[in-house]
């Protein structure tokens, strides 16, 4: 074989890293993104259950297995494209990392492919980061495409956490990849990994995988199909950015036509394929809530540790309806970008929708498993069982207790378990995350296990069946496809809880190792937030002759313009103020607040719009655009930084900087 250039397997990582995977031993390029069968599983059922799969797979199966518990979906292949209609380079992968400072080999620097060592498969097993290697040291090596990998450095700055990339350790990446096609979505998984090659695997064994692989994947030869072959259909105006798994935002000159977002056009986050349940499904599915904390205490009335409530059971209780703003941590990410890259989906303002939900008070959701259990305890005894069975009707019918009663529980639980700090969530997907128990049993705190969504059943796409809501907080703790509650003393496990997803590093870090993720918070309650959605002309100074449309003005000029859009802060903190400037902040108007500004106090979960007539702007150096700025107050007088500088951290979240618009003054964009 000839020499290859570092530069042919930078090709070969585009087409499908190295393409050898590509068509499972066919170097079919591209052909993988287009047409491959990926390995997934039926229902909301995982991999622990894919006998195929672990019996065949020996290399890392438990790992590869443990990664992909995820359900059956589909969306439209669609790619994502910016607006200059080139693919977009950014990073939309949970894949990469210390992207600000991505590694890469020199033009000029070749690696001969020849020189390469042939490393066994049974090598690359003893090096899975648990056992020392060859070298004494416990290394962390994996292989794709048929090239060895050391990733033992890269392990801590995972953005998806160091428990996701740890379940490939010792073994292939190509089933975990299969799931996770972000990592297809940008060139920066494969810069990163130019640095990480240490040797070919030989040929067998990836001939070994290909064939498996080909197999497990191909329904023909009884594999299980694509996991995202039933995903729900997506409407044609949402912006895609990636669509296996589905990450679309708002369009932001629909963002706020409408103060509650359509359900169709609601922004879309997944870290995996959407769950599908058949009706058979529907009908056995239960909601654990696990209330073992309780029943550590011997003078709790709880034995059991775990109920198991029926969606009839949940929607029997008194039905509330908050209307909340979600936005996903990662929404204005691009801002960042512009200054240094950092890794994640590129977020225009679109991430970011509000819904009216429907559902029952979770603090009744855990009343009544209690209430469950306590019954089940005292199954033998009719009086117990007539007496709870009494309680349940008289109070579906009266609604919640009262205001008073419920403050003295909440106080009694909290001094008699002081132990009780977090409600932990767990979704059908696998995903895991949490909130603070104060937030959680909070009688103000709104917080609801919907089942609706805009008056309708919540769509497959938004949580169905059921859906934690918590007001206040970062979209990512309102878990979708809820399937299990429990009382904890520790936040929950986990990537999205106590690994880098959610954590928002210092702007000095690139290296998630320079810090102790573990006394880090993830995000939670949120800052202030705005947009400007809409720009529109008031008033041009035009020469005799000229035509509005065709004039090109003087930079520095001053036009008159107006301006429209939304404000939003976290912990029901009300909307107080937005200033817009249309010279860099020189000077600032006050904006006229509209719908939402009469959200009650300390409980403004929703949006608030805003109008902006009469705004001063400078005509900029182009002659024919202004630039437009807002900053949002909310009613602790929290205010929006100007710069994101200072903000920019290496997940890229919680961009909360001024926000600024373009505006072409002729019309043409």
Known sequence: MLAQTVNFHSRRFANGLATRVVGFGKRQGLHYLASVSTVGSRGFGNYHNNQEFNSHYTWGAAAAAASIAAASGIASSQSVFDSDNQLNSVCQCDAGLTPSSVPTLDEDEEIDDDKLPIIRMSEVERNNGQQEGNDGEKSTWMSYGGYVYDVTDFIANHPGGSEKIMLAAGGPIEPHWHLYRQHFASDLPQRLMEKMVIGKLHEDDQDAIDTLMDKITNPASGGSGDPYEHEPLRHPSLKVHS??????????????????????????????????????????????????????????????????????QIKSLPKVEVTTTLQCSGNRRSGFNDLRRTSGTPWGQGAISTAKWGGARLVDVLALAAEELSAEEGSGDKKTKKATKKKKKASKGKGSEPLIQTLQQLQTLLQDHPKFQHLRFESLDGMMASIDVVKALNPFGDVIIAYEMNGVDLPRDHGFPLRVIVPGYAAVRNVKWLSKLELAEEEAEGAWQRG??????????????????????????????????????????????????????????????????????????????????????????????????????????????WECDGIPARVCDDGCSVELCCKGVDSSFNTQPESSDGLWNVRGLANNSWFKVTHRLNGDE
């Not at 679309?248 to 995996?272: C, D, G, K, M, W």
């Not at 909601?287 to 709880?302: I, M, R, T, W």
């Open 243 to 312: 669509d296996t798994p589905m990450n679309a935002e708002v369009p932001s000159h629909i963002l706020n036509q409408e103060y509650i977002t359509p359900v169709e056009l609601f922004y879309i986050r997944h870290h995996h394929p959407v769950p599908l349940l058949s009706d058979e499904d529907v009908e056995k599915f239960r909601l654990e809530v696990d209330l073992s904390l309780l029943s550590n205490d011997q003078s709790s009335p709880v034995k059991d540790s775990t109920a198991r409530l029926t969606l009839d």
């Open 500 to 609: 880098l997803n959610y954590k928002v590093l210092p702007p000095a870090v690139v290296d998630a190792k320079q810090v102790n993720l573990d006394v880090m918070p993830g995000l939670g309650e949120v800052s202030v937030f705005s947009g400007i959605t809409d720009v529109t002309n008031v008033r041009l100074s035009l020469e005799k002759g000229e035509v509005e449309d065709k004039v090109r003005l003087k930079p520095g000029q001053t036009v008159m313009v107006k301006a429209s859009g939304w404000a939003w802060a976290g912990g029901g903190r009300n909307i107080v103020r937005v200033d817009v400037s249309g010279n860099n902040g020189e000077t600032w108007e006050t904006a006229t607040m509209t719908k939402g500004s009469e959200q009650p106090h300390g409980r403004a979960w929703a949006w608030t719009f």
